[in-house]
């Protein structure tokens, strides 16, 4: 951590109109959620506030509205994968509906192998 702190740090100091700074959560590790972490970006979130600060990784909807409302002004939350598999992430965190899970397997395909994708993934229907 303390290499991503003087990054950090030194971004800050040098460009002071940066735009935002984008981290993973750490409980991510590049594959899949995990729940226990002994890490924190706490650290890049003081350094950085209270410029825009964006943390991504395994977030829900509890979890980022959470973040959001508590870690401070200029918090934002990301979603990735959700966001593939759920066209219409934006309503469905709204109104408290469930995410569909993602297929892994059809994340950023292309050629004439890639028929499944995010165009593919339904809007949410009650039922």
């Known amino acids: 951590m303390p290499t991503f702190t003087t990054l950090a740090q030194r971004i800050r100091d040098a460009h002071p109109d940066f735009a935002y700074l984008h981290v993973v959560e750490p409980r991510m590790n590049g594959e899949e959620y995990q729940a226990i972490t002994t890490e924190s970006n706490d650290a890049l979130r003081r350094i950085w506030a209270p410029r825009p600060f964006i943390a991504a990784g395994g ?3 509890a979890e980022a509205m959470r973040a959001a409302d508590s870690e401070g002004e200029g918090v934002l939350v990301a979603f990735g ?3 593939i598999s759920n066209p219409d992430l934006p309503r469905r965190l709204k109104n408290d509906w469930p995410l569909a899970k993602y297929d892994r397997s059809t994340f950023y395909t292309h050629g004439p192998e890639a028929v499944e994708g995010y165009i593919d993934y339904p ?3 009650a039922t």
């Open 59 to 61: 977030f829900d909807r």
């Open 81 to 83: 994968r959700h966001f």
């Open 123 to 125: 809007a949410y229907a």
